[in-house]
């Protein structure tokens, strides 16, 4: 779809995949779009390196890092992610009403209550090691964020609770109603952003965060690189420096990655959803942005 900024991830994630789903779906013309707009849908895009002569039309992206956004003429925000996207971006409070992915229509309640609970890390979290082997050690079924997200949902459904590195995993688990909770696997995971969604729907921002990374193999100057950006705390705010491996993992850094995991998933009070009439409302308020996009542009739209 040439009319639609996402993140294409090579090797696939499927939150950003979502958008393939989702947009031609409510909008099944919109290949019919101007050349001279683009549709900012799912995932954290508004990073600053934006065309300042197309139409940007937003319809629920984030940033991911403070003083990211950079203002234009020809920029038409319908929502935005959350508060700190919005505030970033100096637009109103209400124009901050959540991720666009809930409005997938493959995300409606139902999963087995008597399931295993699920790991979804990040995807190059996923890449930099073997979960399975961790998750299997944990008692946990984890879950390869590089799947299609036909396939990610369909796993999602057979957990009872879901562990999620994943910005998208946790949207999507809360969607559906399974209970969730937040994890920090690896250095990459991204503050700015789960506070930014978690703000929307009322949640706090109290992940579980392991005492190492794990990783197959580092080379000796990216070792040495991540230890000096851990010395001077690079990008603390948002990120988590002290996670940047130094050097391959262990068979114990696994094994006591495994034990953290075990045990914090064993207790079900550190899962929760959303209250179902916070999605149901956010919805509401999308579909009601998506229907005005689609008159304001020219397109059919075809609600969820």
Known sequence: MKRLKYCAIEGGNFGDDINLQLWGRLFPNLAELSDKVLLYGVGTLLDGRHDPSLRKVVLGSGIGETRAALADNNWDFRWVRGPMTASEFGLPAHSAIGDAAILWPELVPGHDRQGPVGLIPHYATWDAYDWER???QAGMAVINPRQSPAQVIAQLRGCSRILAESLHGAICADAIGIPWAACVLAHRF???KWRDWLATIDRPFAPL??????VRQIAPAKGLANAVARIFKYKQRTRYPALRPVAPSTASDANRVSLLLRQYASYPGNFACSDPRVIARQRQLMGRH????A???RLRFVPA
């Open 209 to 214: 965060i392991v005492d190492r990374p794990l």
């Open 134 to 136: 961790v998750a299997t």
């Open 290 to 293: 998506c229907a005005e996009f």
């Open 190 to 192: 991204n503050a700015f």
């Open 295 to 297: 008159s304001e542009y």
